[in-house]
């Protein structure tokens, strides 16, 4: 399928808890390993994060501090969490990275970062709720946000504060953003661990 069969056949919104998923309409995708290596396709992805993953959990290729699956249309994600949590989106970034780690070329991982497809402010925020519902994270900020995008929409960018909450071993945090040049809209989740 090409790119622009792919785009058209992308959904116009996502559902709360719900993967929407491309990857079964063949759209590309890239995995930068680090070094300008990549591979295609926009295949579904799941990372059971219930305890500290190792590189190979998360697909870190040896010698590399980072590991990026890339993908415009969207690439279905899925992380088991700690605390019997478990979310799912739909990405058009999916990172992780030990650059926190002693040694970031060869130790463990300590960051998983994702970014949502473009989505219009609606989405966004219940995308974000959904998200943040099944975090135990408080979702009030997010209706602040959506109010100053409302009255700002056109004026530049706007970004809801971090929110977040302890899950066992790791952090996470989400934030959700407004950009005002392209109207578009990006829900953005941080995993972290030490």
Same mark, same amino acid.
């Given at each position: 399928?090409?790119?622009?069969?792919?785009a058209s056949a992308?959904? !116009?919104g996502?559902?709360l808890?719900?993967v929407?998923g491309?990857?079964s309409?063949?759209?590309d995708a890239d995995?930068?390993t680090?070094?300008g290596e990549t591979s295609g396709?926009? *295949? !579904?992805r799941?990372?059971?994060?219930t305890s500290p993953?190792s590189?190979d959990?998360?697909?870190?290729?040896?010698? *590399?501090?980072?590991?990026d699956?890339?993908c415009? %249309?969207g690439? %279905?994600v899925?992380?088991t969490?700690?605390? %019997?949590?478990?979310?799912?989106?739909t990405?058009r970034?999916v990172?992780?990275d030990?650059?926190?780690a002693?040694?970031p070329?060869?130790g463990p991982?300590t960051?998983?970062?994702?970014?949502?497809?473009?989505?219009?402010?609606?989405?966004a925020?219940e995308?974000?709720s959904?998200?943040?519902?099944?975090?135990?994270?408080?979702? *009030?900020?997010?209706?602040?946000?959506?109010l100053?995008? %409302?009255?700002?929409a056109?004026?530049?960018s706007?970004?809801?504060p971090?929110?977040r909450n302890q899950l066992? $071993?790791?952090t996470?945090?989400m934030?959700?953003?407004?950009?005002?040049?392209s109207?578009?809209? $990006?829900?953005?989740l941080?995993?972290?661990?030490?």
């Amino acid at each position: 399928m090409s790119r622009s069969e792919c785009a058209s056949a992308a959904p !116009a919104g996502m559902l709360l808890g719900v993967v929407v998923g491309l990857s079964s309409q063949g759209c590309d995708a890239d995995v930068n390993t680090g070094d300008g290596e990549t591979s295609g396709g926009c *295949k !579904a992805r799941s990372y059971d994060l219930t305890s500290p993953p190792s590189r190979d959990d998360l697909g870190m290729p040896p010698g *590399k501090s980072v590991m990026d699956v890339s993908c415009d %249309e969207g690439v %279905e994600v899925t992380f088991t969490l700690p605390d %019997e949590a478990q979310v799912s989106l739909t990405a058009r970034r999916v990172n992780a990275d030990s650059r926190s780690a002693a040694s970031p070329e060869t130790g463990p991982p300590t960051t998983v970062d994702v970014h949502s497809v473009a989505l219009d402010a609606d989405a966004a925020v219940e995308v974000a709720s959904g998200l943040a519902d099944n975090l135990g994270i408080d979702a *009030k900020p997010l209706q602040s946000w959506r109010l100053e995008v %409302e009255a700002n929409a056109s004026e530049g960018s706007v970004d809801s504060p971090f929110i977040r909450n302890q899950l066992g $071993y790791l952090t996470a945090e989400m934030q959700v953003q407004h950009l005002g040049t392209s109207g578009n809209n $990006y829900v953005h989740l941080i995993l972290t661990w030490s």
